[in-house]
């Protein structure tokens, strides 16, 4: 059996306006919503995504929070 599929979040959560991606992990919010009730075929679909993403985005600044 293989391993469950892992959240790509990293604890930096914050959404970027222009993209309505998070600056941590590049998901949506309906993917960080629905995470939980995926499957592991249509998590894997996300990750790949993310990967393309990463690919294609320019790199995000992260603000600390509270930080404006």
Do not use: H, Y
Request: glycine fraction near 4%.
């Amino acid at each position: 059996m293989t391993a469950p599929v892992a959240s790509p979040c990293i604890n930096i959560c914050q959404m970027e306006e222009a993209s309505g991606w998070c600056r941590g992990c590049l998901r949506t919010l309906d993917e960080i919503a629905f995470w939980s009730v995926l499957d592991d075929d249509d998590k894997r679909a996300v990750l790949a995504e993310l990967a393309r993403r990463r690919q294609a985005a320019p790199a995000v600044p992260v603000r600390p929070p509270g930080s404006t």
